[in-house]
């Protein structure tokens, strides 16, 4: 099922510039877009809307008030050409915010945000998982100039290549992007991905093997960094004393 999208903007530029943005992701649906927070108050009334990208300074009714109007707001992404606003969103609980121009690389990013966020409080299946759940479970990775979708589940273990990454998958191959292995950590779940070495991510779920010193992950030994080990080995449950 695709994200239903709203943007809210009063300057047709910085509307198109989020709508070309959108364009180039598949899961994600533009529904409207509104020049005024009346009109998105009526928007919403009549559509489901899981995202609004939002304009602060609007006439009328800023972003901020029309926000604080609604009882209960999809997820809300802050754009704006001012700086100033950042307490304002922190205080409202915005999932971000952007400041215009925005680059396709930051949009990404925030885009990845709200999939976290949707993936940490989806219900989990128990017992014969349902093949859709997994769909949930993504992030979309740039390689060139294309944006791959890549499925947690797929992914094996994650290295860091100076400000590159290479995404290693369960199935077989990789996809290397330009991204510092501190701000991936941060867009995977913690209790599916841990970092166990400076240069390292794994997924839990694919772990074969344990010691003090490695992870094993089908046929590829991780070695656990000196400065992660502690907290590696107890996340992971390791009991050092036997």
Request: aromatic share 10%; charged share 25%; glycine share 2%.
């Amino acid at each position: 099922m695709k994200t239903r999208c709203l943007i809210v903007d009063d300057e047709p530029l910085a509307q198109r510039v989020i709508e070309s943005h959108m364009e180039k992701l598949d899961d994600l649906q533009l529904v409207a877009k509104c020049s005024n927070a009346i009109e998105a108050m009526s928007m919403l009334k009549s559509e489901h809307i899981d995202l609004i990208f939002l304009d602060i300074q609007m006439p009328e009714l800023s972003g901020v008030e029309f926000l604080k109007s609604l009882q209960n707001p999809p997820s809300i992404i802050f754009t704006t050409a001012y700086r100033n606003y950042a307490i304002d969103a922190f205080e409202l609980d915005v999932l971000d915010y952007l400041l215009k121009p925005i680059s396709f690389e930051r949009f990404i990013k925030s885009v990845n945000k709200y999939y976290e966020l949707k993936n940490a409080y989806a219900p989990k299946v128990l017992g014969n998982a349902n093949e859709s759940s997994e769909e949930l479970s993504f992030i979309y990775v740039r390689q060139k100039k294309t944006m791959i979708k890549v499925l947690l589940s797929d992914i094996l273990y994650i290295e860091s290549l100076k400000d590159y990454i290479r995404i290693f998958l369960e199935k077989g191959g990789s996809l290397m992007t330009k991204q510092k292995i501190s701000t991936m950590i941060d867009l995977l779940p913690e209790n599916n991905f841990i970092r166990v070495h400076k240069s390292y991510i794994v997924n839990i779920d694919k772990i074969n093997t344990l010691s003090p010193t490695n992870i094993g992950l089908n046929d590829k030994t991780i070695p656990i960094g000196r400065s992660f080990k502690a907290y590696a080995l107890s996340h992971l449950g390791y009991d050092q004393s036997i």
